[in-house]
């Protein structure tokens, strides 16, 4: 990704999913924004962002973070702001992945998986981007394995969002190989 890229995307996931009061403008109950309403507010606050930049950030990333429907865009997953993005519950794979540093590890033996202040744990379908999300961490990254089949079993309740990312309240320790 260019600079350009990466510079709008990091500011857009930081509005759209943190701090949309950082710029002026409100997300609905579902975290959608106008995105004209969002241009202007980026422009407002001096960091304009074109609508082609825009459209190449949405359609250009492998991570797919945003959602775009008509005039209006979104954070796929990964809000500290309260929305409710209408996800349904569905059946996840057997296994599903975690990536994190290896610092985490004796804290998440002991506790498990916490959503901290996201309102999901997020966890990757394969072991390939679940390094790529552990590798952003300082020190060396470990995959976790999720018995993901044992956990629906047992009562938890999973969710898939738009961009392929999988969404549970916790993992609780007894559910991951490290």
Known sequence: ???????ASKALSYVLRHRPSSIGV?????????????????????????RDLLDRVVEGTDKRRFEVDGDRIRAAQG?????????APVTPPDRLYHGTSARFL???????????????????????????VG????????????DAAGMHRAGHVFYRAANG??????????????
């Open 106 to 132: 004796e804290s998440i033996r002991a506790e498990g998986l916490r959503r901290g202040r996201r309102h999901d744990v997020h966890l990757s379908p394969d072991a390939e981007t679940a390094h790529r």
């Open 135 to 146: 590798a952003r961490r300082a020190g060396p990254t470990v995959i976790l394995r999720i």
């Open 26 to 50: 409100e997300l609905d109950g579902a975290g959608w924004v106008g995105i004209a309403d969002l241009l202007a507010a980026f422009a407002r606050g001096g960091r304009p962002i074109p």
């Open 165 to 178: 990312v999988w969404l549970t309240a916790a993992v609780p320790p007894q559910w991951i190989e490290a």
């Open 1 to 7: 990704m260019t600079d350009d890229l990466t510079r």
């Open 79 to 87: 809000h500290s702001v309260p929305v409710e993005l209408g996800l």
